[in-house]
């Protein structure tokens, strides 16, 4: 059984230990990631790290009851009206890029915690209480969650490639995301 705990702020920042790192590099790990450059732990620290400071960023982590590690967690930000992703981008729709925006920017579960609802669960403790009439994120094509984020609801709107050795990616969007 796993407890969710939210954060924010400072305390978001302090939650974001090593431990994240090891969880992160775990998951990305695995196909189609294979521990890219871009999925290092040192990326991900220095990317969260700007990221905690960004408007509107929470994180929601998921804790074993039993052995007190952490199993998973997910986070976002707010991306004001007008913006999108960063990178190499499609054109996005224009009604979701008009609009504010909640972007999910990890949704991370180890492993044997999978096809429990965990993954639903995280998310959704994530977009609970948001105001923004959308949730965006990207997903990689390949990966086993693109599919889960489809049965979710999130449709394809585009691709991007965030950096130049990152994968191409799908932006994905949600629509009415306090309905999830």
Not at 75 to 82: E, K, R, S, T, V
Not at 128 to 147: I, K, W
Not at 157 to 174: E, H, K, Q
Request: glycine share 8%; hydrophobic share 40%.
């Amino acid at each position: 059984m796993l407890e969710y705990a939210r954060s924010a702020g400072d305390d978001a920042a302090k939650a974001l230990t090593e431990e994240y790192a090891t969880v992160y590099t775990e998951v990305y790990a695995e196909p189609p990631y294979n521990s890219g450059p871009l999925f290092s732990a040192e990326r991900f620290l220095d990317r969260t790290r700007r990221q905690v400071a960004s408007d509107g960023f929470e994180l929601v982590s998921a804790i074993d009851r039993d052995s007190g590690k952490l199993a998973g967690f997910c986070f976002g930000l707010h991306f004001p009206a007008g913006r999108w992703w960063a990178g190499e981008a499609t054109e996005p729709p224009a009604e979701v890029v008009a609009a504010p925006k909640v972007a999910v920017i990890e949704l991370i579960l180890r492993s044997p915690y999978r096809g429990h609802g965990y993954g639903k669960r995280l998310l959704g403790e994530l977009l609970s209480g948001r105001d923004e009439p959308y949730a965006v994120l990207t997903s990689d094509p390949a990966a086993p969650a693109h599919a889960m984020y489809e049965r979710w609801g999130w449709q394809v709107a585009g691709t991007v490639r965030s950096a130049p050795d990152a994968p191409l990616m799908d932006a994905m969007v949600l629509e009415h995301v306090s309905s999830c």
